[in-house]
């Protein structure tokens, strides 16, 4: 069995719960952090921290799972990235700067202007880094979120044995 561990961070907790709310998982909290168990298959389990920037992020435990990271989700709103107040996360996506991220906008979803594909399969932001806008309302939005960080995942175990 494969256990693969991700960090969720966001500015607020709400965003967290509001994009995780579909997902089957199971919340315990390991050295003083929740962290959701989501089963994929029973070869593969993915362990999802969460941090918030409003408590702050004691540097101990990305010291601890920068070793053995496989993906990063970021959320944010869009008034956040639209006001450029986003510098904590850049410096924590410097901090662990070759692990896959993705970066989850929460916006309403008539305030979104881009197309149909963009929403569907993110922006580019780097070889490793991938945007994505949902919105809370909207199950399908969250979905296309969880499923681009999953295939992340799956493609970081297939790297890995290879």
Do not use: C
């Not at 991700?6 to 929740?34: A, F, N």
């Not at 920037?53 to 435990?61: K, N, Q, Y």
């Not at 901090?95 to 993705?102: M, Y």
């Amino acid at each position: 069995m494969r256990i693969m561990e991700t960090i969720v961070i966001s500015q607020d907790g709400q965003y967290q719960q509001e994009l995780m709310s579909e997902l089957p998982t199971l919340r315990q909290r390991v050295y003083g952090v929740d962290v959701d168990r989501l089963e994929i298959s029973e070869d593969l389990i993915v362990h999802l921290y969460h941090f918030s920037l409003e408590g702050g992020i004691a540097g101990e435990i990305l010291d601890h799972l920068q070793g053995h990271l496989s993906a990063m989700v970021m959320i944010a709103d869009l008034e956040q990235i639209r006001n450029q107040e986003n510098n904590d996360l850049d410096e924590i996506r410097k901090t662990v700067n070759n692990v896959p991220a993705i970066l989850a906008i929460r916006s309403e979803k008539d305030v979104l202007p881009y197309n149909r594909d963009a929403k569907a399969s993110g922006l580019l932001l780097a070889d490793n880094a991938r945007m994505f806008f949902w919105d809370p309302e909207d199950k399908r939005s969250k979905g296309i979120v969880w499923n681009a960080a999953l295939n992340t995942l799956q493609f970081e175990t297939v790297n890995n044995l290879l």
